[in-house]
């Protein structure tokens, strides 16, 4: 018998088209015992499931701040609601389900149709999340660089038309290419199911490979360029033509990508080398922190944020107890504060006043 070997014979629009059954050759777990084949991995699982849920509690406040406020009105936020949306929808492929199975000690022939289907979200979503990546970076060089041409693509409406390309190129991860599939023995993802007497050779996901090829390249060579822009104009970002602003976005958009190029450059290596253990958990840990170190950024870095989602959270009763404190202990401390010379007066008045939006 012919067999296909094309992406689209093994994706989930075949899947689809064929009554929700999974390809019979490349799938077929008839006499597969999955839990045989795998290792529960209890301890490693439980880092990555509870990982996990605390990244999810703390990305979708974020999320709902972002959404309700007047950042909205940037395109670069856009973008990032956009990257947000694909981050929590990964984390649920690479931190909740990867816990979940790795606890469990499955393989892909333990809950094939979980799996198979996890699989296709998440690496649709990747390629997605790589794809806004990039975009985000360019959003941000024509940030500094009002002379780009490309400039055009993220002013008014035009917006959703680019962020929509990310989008349309998710959709073609998810439902064209193969699906990455988990193993508890390497706590991880792979497009091998790892069947017996199947060749290695017909799970080889080239749109994903090319995918990270290109995302490590062009993200890399973007914000390297950014970094150049910003110090040539800035002088070492003590300019007043780049306002503080821009440049604590710059920096937000520079930790948001790492990560996801970082990822990257890992998973090109794995498709065309056998890693060891030790690096297969490390690309792993990469591709969880690729998406779950975007609400850190937001929660530590971007104070607007941060301040949203402490009102979001915390009780407004005891947001008030906390504020009627603090301003007893400023009316305690005033009269001491009223000794000090008109010199040290306006040098702290200056230092408040120079405060920034985030």
Known sequence: MDIPTSDVEQSLNYVIRHGFHLHPYFYNCSGVDGFELGTPRPYIGTYFLTVGIILLLIYIPC???????????????????????????????????????????????????????????????????????????????????????????????????????????????????????????????????????????????????????????????????????????SKHFRSKSISKTQTQIFFQSVLICTFNAFAAYIYVYMQFFYPPPYVILVGQLAWQFSHGSVCLVYITMNRTIRRGVIDLVVPRAIRDKVRIGTNNTTTVTRPTLSLVGADARSKRNAATSSGTVF
Do not use: Q
């Not at 190129?169 to 007497?197: C, V």
């Open 63 to 233: 999320l709902i701040v972002i959404i309700r406020s007047d950042l909205m009105k940037s395109s670069c936020y856009k973008i990032m609601l956009l990257l947000g949306f694909l981050d929590i929808s990964c984390i649920f492929a690479n931190s909740v389900a990867t816990g979940f199975l790795g606890i469990m000690g499955a393989t892909f022939c333990s809950y094939p149709a979980f799996i198979y289907f996890m699989g296709s979200f998440g690496c649709g979503c990747w390629m997605g999340s790589c794809a806004t990546c990039i975009v985000l970076g360019i959003n941000r060089c024509c940030d500094v660089n009002k002379h780009l041409m490309i400039r055009n693509a993220f002013i008014g409406r035009k917006t959703y038309f680019t962020i929509a390309l990310p989008i349309i190129y998710a959709l073609y991860g998810m439902f064209f290419t193969k699906a990455a599939i988990f193993n508890s023995n390497y706590m991880s993802w792979f497009f091998n199911p790892f069947l017996p007497d199947h060749e290695a050779s017909n799970y080889v996901n080239m749109a994903h490979a090319i995918n990270n090829c290109i995302v490590s390249a062009v993200t890399t060579i973007i914000y390297v360029y950014l970094c150049l822009l910003l110090f040539a104009k």
